[in-house]
């Protein structure tokens, strides 16, 4: 009988065989925020053509989105993966570009991909680490980011422990809307923009918990609210045609424990559900509540997931951002979070597979 030690390395020692298979090989860093799926495209997509974010990101959609589905369905990833191709830079001292994918598509903004980038950004070399705090600066599709990487811990000085970044300016677009959603009833929501637009519900209302049990309920009511909301509100961003879409739904309740100001359940893209607080959701929700009066400037809350992973968000400055046209008092929102680094992996995209460009299945 042969020990397993030798069978192991049998199996470890394949290598796709040029001969008799066509393989594309993409390699990637596997990434969670607060429990949320990060895989950071390192090597092996296509460079993607353009001089600005936006029209690598046209690109991709036209060029390349088979490879998005590939890396995003079924058999390498599922409904609720995400990730992020990186590129060149658009502006001179940004250190790289990001793109966001999932299921559906494309997203102009991420807040938990932000936190994952800068982190691997620091710890890989990408980005030179500056002592205890590493400027990390991202073009993404909605504009320039800035973020902060934080060495806290003095025994592991080049492990990233925290990391802020400041939004594009956040604004609400639209309060007190209601619409009527079939098989729902009434829907009262306000509408704002922390990077990408949600639509914000008070759960309580619609007699929601957002608790894990009640998943399949959360993405049900967020599909048919946002389908309704886009086919009933038109949607404009004052700049960017690109970004005038509804993203998601975030459902808003109080958390489980008294010390967190509230919960986020943000269901986006095609029915996925953010296991994270959701950092351009958490935009938003700050720039709601400076212009309501709740939480004034430079003070911060606490919002929490699903799974009880928290995110810390404040405004941190107030301005006016828009045309003569479309002008909005926003704010700038500085959101915080920690993210973890869980694998590395090779993904073989087998040209005679029938599959090859992925499937998926709830």
Not at 99 to 104: C, D, L, Q, S, Y
Not at 134 to 152: H, L, M, S, W, Y
Not at 204 to 211: A, N, P
């Amino acid at each position: 009988m042969k020990k397993l030690t030798s069978v192991i390395e049998k199996f470890d020692q394949w290598q796709p065989n040029s001969n008799q298979e066509h393989f594309l090989t993409i390699q990637t860093l596997e990434c969670h925020t607060g429990g949320e799926p990060l895989r950071i495209i390192t090597s092996g997509f296509p460079e993607l053509k353009g001089e600005t974010i936006l029209a690598m990101r046209r690109d991709c959609q036209q060029n390349h989105d088979q490879l998005r589905r590939a890396l995003m369905f079924e058999p390498r990833g599922h409904a609720d993966m995400y990730g992020a191709i990186i590129t060149r830079a658009e502006r001179a001292d940004s250190h790289f570009g990001a793109i966001f994918i999932h299921n559906e598509g494309y997203s102009t903004m991420c807040g938990h991909a932000v936190i994952a980038l800068a982190k691997c950004a620091v710890e890989s070399g990408v980005v030179a680490q500056t002592g205890s705090v590493t400027e990390v600066i991202i073009d993404v599709p909605c504009g320039q980011i800035r973020a902060k990487a934080f060495a806290q811990d003095k025994a592991k000085p080049n492990i990233i422990s925290q990391v802020s970044f400041d939004s594009v300016p956040a604004f609400v677009f639209a309060t007190k809307q209601s619409i009527e959603v079939k098989e729902i009833g009434t829907v009262h929501f306000d509408i704002a923009f922390g990077g990408a637009f949600y639509a914000y519900v008070q759960a309580s209302t619609l007699g929601l918990s957002l608790v894990p049990k009640e998943q399949e309920k959360l993405i049900d009511y967020g599909r048919k609210i946002k389908n309704a909301i886009m086919n009933n509100l038109p949607i404009t961003h004052p700049f960017e045609a690109d970004l005038s879409f509804l993203y998601g739904v975030i459902f808003v309740d109080s958390s489980p424990r008294e010390s967190i100001h509230s919960r986020n359940v943000c269901i986006f893209a095609d029915g996925e559900l953010d296991r994270s607080p959701t950092g351009s959701g958490v935009s938003g929700r700050i720039a709601l509540h400076v212009a309501k009066k709740e939480v004034p400037l430079q003070q911060s809350i606490i919002i929490d997931s699903i799974l009880g992973s928290q995110f810390n968000v404040q405004a941190i400055a107030q301005i006016n951002y828009g045309t003569q046209d479309q002008s909005y008092d926003a704010v700038i929102a500085q959101v915080t979070g920690e993210a973890f680094i869980c694998g590395k992996a090779q993904w073989l995209i087998n040209q005679d597979d029938p599959l090859k460009d992925g499937f998926l299945l709830r």
